[in-house]
């Protein structure tokens, strides 16, 4: 599959974007998408860099490539490999290294959650605007990021949303990722089959988010919240408005919206990166 825009610029980029589903491949300038391909990803690393060879001489090819930006979940800079248990095979390889031989241009490898907050904060449908972005993405693991005055985050802080306690009752306390992510919904759901009563379920796991949200917007003062990842699309807007109303103290709170460009955004987050580090 590929979508294209004319467009006349100096030396394109490239953005892969691997995730544990697909690989897509875009070329890119420091303005806009201009084209992109998508495939599944390959369970082996040998395979995945087939594809992502084969779909960069398509998109590219007899033009120069000025660069290529790798997000990934969890990058290590240093050795330019990356860490995914989803992806067992593509962990730890030197994929950095490997890309520089293949497209003949420097590779960085940056971590896809960002990306994703400054595609939304940017590009997304409130671009509009340079208020403050708290963008969550809610998938596998639960990861947020502060995106002030349209400009990226730098020292990346280490310390993430997802680690934040949130209160279920009885003296308990469990991070927010451990209650909200793909991997936790799918072992309670799957230790529990006899959950007959699924809207209640989720109601508990709205009204944990909205704690999550509301600590976030104590801490950040955010003008808009951003969900993304595949688990955006579970929670409803009304409900979690609702409670994080209920939460508050009265001040005015932040719109809550959803990702509005869905797999492109770690593309268009990597337009934003170009912009700064021009």
Same mark, same amino acid.
Request: charge should be positive; aromatic fraction near 8%; hydrophobic fraction near 35%.
């Given at each position: 599959?590929? @979508?294209?825009?004319?467009?006349?610029?100096?030396?394109?980029?490239? +953005?892969?974007?691997? *995730?544990? &589903?697909?690989?897509?491949?875009?070329?890119?300038?420091?303005?806009?998408?201009?084209?992109?391909?998508?495939?599944? *990803?390959?369970?082996?690393?040998?395979?995945?860099? &087939?594809?992502?060879?084969?779909?960069? &001489?398509?998109?590219?090819?007899?033009? &120069?490539?000025? %660069?290529?930006? +790798?997000? #990934?979940?969890?990058?290590?800079?240093?050795?330019?490999?990356?860490?995914?248990?989803?992806?067992?095979?593509?962990?730890?390889?030197?994929?950095?290294?490997?890309?520089?031989?293949?497209?003949? +241009?420097?590779?960085?490898?940056?971590? %896809?959650? /960002?990306?994703?907050?400054?595609?939304?904060?940017?590009?997304? *449908?409130?671009?509009?605007?340079?208020?403050? #972005?708290?963008?969550?993405?809610?998938?596998?693991?639960? #990861?947020?990021?502060?995106?002030?005055?349209?400009?990226?985050?730098?020292?990346?802080?280490?310390?993430?949303?997802?680690?934040?306690?949130?209160?279920?009752?009885?003296?308990?306390?469990?991070?927010?990722?451990?209650?909200?992510?793909?991997?936790?919904?799918? /072992?309670?759901?799957?230790?529990?089959?006899?959950? @007959?009563?699924?809207?209640?379920?989720?109601?508990?796991?709205?009204?944990?988010?909205?704690?999550?949200?509301? @600590?976030? +917007?104590?801490?950040?003062?955010?003008?808009?919240?951003?969900?993304?990842? *595949?688990?955006?699309?579970?929670?409803?807007l009304g409900k979690l408005n609702e409670y994080l109303k209920n939460l508050g103290d009265g001040h005015k709170l932040p719109r809550i919206d959803k990702s509005s460009l869905n797999e492109l955004a770690d593309s268009y987050g990597a337009?934003?990166?170009?912009?700064?580090?021009?």
């Open positions: 599959m590929a @979508n294209t825009k004319e467009a006349h610029m100096d030396t394109n980029k490239m +953005c892969i974007s691997i *995730t544990e &589903k697909r690989i897509l491949v875009a070329k890119i300038n420091q303005e806009e998408i201009l084209q992109y391909q998508q495939s599944s *990803t390959p369970a082996m690393f040998s395979d995945g860099i &087939k594809k992502i060879k084969k779909m960069g &001489k398509t998109l590219f090819q007899k033009e &120069k490539i000025g %660069q290529v930006i +790798c997000s #990934v979940a969890h990058p290590n800079h240093k050795d330019q490999t990356f860490f995914d248990r989803r992806l067992p095979t593509w962990q730890d390889r030197p994929i950095g290294e490997i890309l520089e031989k293949i497209f003949f +241009c420097p590779v960085q490898l940056e971590n %896809q959650f /960002l990306l994703e907050a400054l595609g939304e904060a940017i590009f997304g *449908t409130n671009h509009t605007s340079r208020k403050t #972005v708290a963008y969550y993405h809610l998938g596998r693991e639960v #990861v947020a990021f502060k995106i002030q005055n349209q400009k990226p985050p730098f020292p990346i802080p280490p310390l993430n949303p997802g680690s934040q306690l949130i209160d279920i009752g009885h003296g308990n306390a469990v991070k927010l990722s451990d209650l909200l992510s793909e991997d936790s919904l799918e /072992l309670k759901l799957g230790k529990n089959p006899e959950i @007959n009563n699924k809207e209640k379920f989720f109601d508990e796991i709205t009204y944990s988010l909205a704690k999550g949200l509301h @600590n976030t +917007c104590l801490h950040w003062n955010p003008g808009v919240i951003v969900l993304g990842g *595949t688990l955006a699309k579970e929670f409803p337009v934003v990166m170009l912009r700064h580090k021009s």
